[in-house]
Protein backbone atom coordinates (compact mmCIF):
# COMPACT_ATOMS: atom_id res chain seq x y z
CA UNK A 1 0.00 0.00 0.00
CA UNK A 2 2.56 2.58 0.41
CA UNK A 3 4.62 3.68 -1.90
CA UNK A 4 8.39 3.84 -0.28
CA UNK A 5 10.21 1.12 1.24
CA UNK A 6 13.67 2.05 2.85
CA UNK A 7 16.00 2.91 0.24
CA UNK A 8 13.15 3.18 -2.66
CA UNK A 9 10.68 5.62 -3.66
CA UNK A 10 8.16 4.21 -5.93
CA UNK A 11 6.69 6.89 -8.59
CA UNK A 12 3.95 6.90 -11.66
CA UNK A 13 2.60 3.48 -12.49
CA UNK A 14 4.44 1.57 -9.09
CA UNK A 15 3.20 4.03 -7.09
CA UNK A 16 -0.52 2.98 -6.55
CA UNK A 17 -1.83 3.72 -10.07
CA UNK A 18 -5.42 2.85 -10.69
CA UNK A 19 -5.32 1.82 -14.08
CA UNK A 20 -4.52 3.84 -17.41
CA UNK A 21 -7.58 4.51 -18.69
CA UNK A 22 -6.94 8.19 -18.39
CA UNK A 23 -3.29 7.91 -19.01
CA UNK A 24 -2.05 9.43 -15.77
CA UNK A 25 1.05 7.46 -14.51
CA UNK A 26 3.72 9.50 -16.34
CA UNK A 27 2.48 13.12 -15.29
CA UNK A 28 1.44 11.52 -11.51
CA UNK A 29 5.33 10.43 -11.79
CA UNK A 30 6.54 14.12 -13.40
CA UNK A 31 4.33 16.03 -10.43
CA UNK A 32 5.38 13.55 -7.78
CA UNK A 33 9.16 13.47 -8.67
CA UNK A 34 9.30 17.48 -8.27
CA UNK A 35 7.96 17.29 -4.69
CA UNK A 36 10.37 14.08 -4.51
CA UNK A 37 13.18 16.28 -5.19
CA UNK A 38 11.98 19.48 -2.84
CA UNK A 39 12.05 16.57 -0.08
CA UNK A 40 15.55 15.77 -0.84
CA UNK A 41 16.75 19.15 -0.87
CA UNK A 42 15.78 20.14 2.16
CA UNK A 43 15.94 17.08 4.02
CA UNK A 44 18.18 15.10 2.32
CA UNK A 45 19.07 11.91 1.67
CA UNK A 46 20.67 10.28 4.96
CA UNK A 47 17.31 11.46 7.07
CA UNK A 48 14.64 10.38 4.07
CA UNK A 49 13.65 7.42 6.76
CA UNK A 50 12.46 10.63 8.80
CA UNK A 51 10.90 12.14 6.47
CA UNK A 52 9.36 9.51 3.74
CA UNK A 53 5.82 9.19 5.42
CA UNK A 54 5.38 13.34 5.17
CA UNK A 55 6.22 12.42 1.39
CA UNK A 56 3.53 9.85 1.03
CA UNK A 57 1.14 11.98 2.71
CA UNK A 58 1.82 14.69 0.57
CA UNK A 59 2.03 12.83 -2.54
CA UNK A 60 -1.41 11.23 -2.19
CA UNK A 61 -3.10 14.89 -1.29
CA UNK A 62 -1.43 15.81 -4.68
CA UNK A 63 -2.86 12.90 -6.42
CA UNK A 64 -5.97 12.81 -5.02
CA UNK A 65 -8.51 14.61 -7.16
CA UNK A 66 -6.50 12.16 -10.03
CA UNK A 67 -7.71 8.72 -8.05
CA UNK A 68 -11.09 10.54 -8.05
CA UNK A 69 -11.16 11.60 -11.14
CA UNK A 70 -10.01 7.73 -12.09
CA UNK A 71 -12.78 5.85 -10.37
CA UNK A 72 -15.53 8.11 -11.98
CA UNK A 73 -13.70 7.49 -15.09
CA UNK A 74 -13.90 3.77 -14.25
CA UNK A 75 -17.73 3.81 -13.35
CA UNK A 76 -18.85 5.42 -16.38
CA UNK A 77 -16.83 2.45 -18.28
CA UNK A 78 -19.16 0.12 -16.57
CA UNK A 79 -22.31 1.91 -17.57
CA UNK A 80 -22.21 2.37 -21.28
CA UNK A 81 -24.94 5.14 -21.64
CA UNK A 82 -24.38 6.87 -19.03
CA UNK A 83 -20.46 6.88 -20.68
CA UNK A 84 -22.12 8.42 -24.27
CA UNK A 85 -24.22 10.80 -22.63
CA UNK A 86 -21.40 11.85 -20.41
CA UNK A 87 -19.16 11.97 -23.24
CA UNK A 88 -21.40 13.92 -25.70
CA UNK A 89 -22.22 16.40 -22.72
CA UNK A 90 -17.78 17.24 -23.22
CA UNK A 91 -18.32 17.97 -26.56
CA UNK A 92 -20.74 20.79 -25.64
CA UNK A 93 -18.27 21.78 -23.07
CA UNK A 94 -14.19 22.08 -24.02
CA UNK A 95 -13.67 24.12 -20.97
CA UNK A 96 -14.75 20.91 -18.98
CA UNK A 97 -12.97 18.88 -20.75
CA UNK A 98 -9.74 20.48 -20.68
CA UNK A 99 -10.54 20.94 -16.83
CA UNK A 100 -10.46 17.14 -17.00
CA UNK A 101 -6.99 16.42 -18.86
CA UNK A 102 -5.32 18.84 -15.83
CA UNK A 103 -6.42 16.88 -13.47
CA UNK A 104 -5.70 14.03 -14.84
CA UNK A 105 -2.15 15.37 -15.53
CA UNK A 106 -2.07 16.48 -12.17
CA UNK A 107 -1.68 20.17 -12.89
CA UNK A 108 -5.35 20.90 -12.10
CA UNK A 109 -7.77 19.96 -8.64
CA UNK A 110 -11.06 18.37 -9.76
CA UNK A 111 -12.38 20.43 -6.66
CA UNK A 112 -11.45 23.73 -5.12
CA UNK A 113 -9.42 23.16 -1.94
CA UNK A 114 -9.32 25.28 0.84
CA UNK A 115 -6.39 27.49 2.06
CA UNK A 116 -4.92 26.27 4.52
CA UNK A 117 -3.10 28.97 7.10
CA UNK A 118 0.19 28.32 8.64
Not at 54 to 82: C, H, K, Q
Not at 105 to 117: D, E, K, N, V, Y
Request: no cysteine; hydrophobic share 50%.
Amino acid sequence: RRGFAPGAVLLGDAAGFLDPITGGGIAQALVTSGRLAHYIVSHGVEHADAWLPAFERDRNSILRDYRLLTRGVLALARRPMLARAALASLSWAPPLFSHLVGVSAGTRWLLPRRRISA
